[in-house]
């Protein structure tokens, strides 16, 4: 995961950080874009969630690290239920 944006990025490797969430497993990283000018958007973040088989890829870019928008977007993560519907 995200090692095809290494060569863009300021980190040499990828660093996964698991983040609980209520209804099953979700993984996260950041890289920062080395080519980006201070007003861009630098930090560019991954979210990987799995629920009961369904994985579920959440990406954005912020200016600030750890911004507020990125905490939404977690808070957000935490509660993503998987619903089966039946179609008959």
């Known amino acids: 995961m995200g090692q095809s944006l290494l060569g863009g990025a300021e980190e040499k490797e990828v660093s996964l ?3 609980k969430i209520d209804h ?3 993984y996260t990283f950041r890289l920062t874009d080395k080519t ?3 007003e861009q958007r ?3 973040t991954q979210l990987i969630v799995g629920i009961d ?3 579920i890829f959440m990406n954005f870019s912020s200016v ?3 911004s507020d928008e990125e905490k939404k ?3 957000i993560a935490k509660t993503i239920q998987l619903v089966k519907v039946n179609r008959t």
């Open 17 to 19: 950080m698991e983040i």
């Open 24 to 26: 099953g497993t979700a």
């Open 36 to 38: 980006a000018k201070p």
């Open 42 to 44: 630098k930090y560019i």
């Open 53 to 55: 088989g369904a994985v």
């Open 64 to 66: 600030e690290k750890d």
């Open 73 to 75: 977007v977690f808070e």
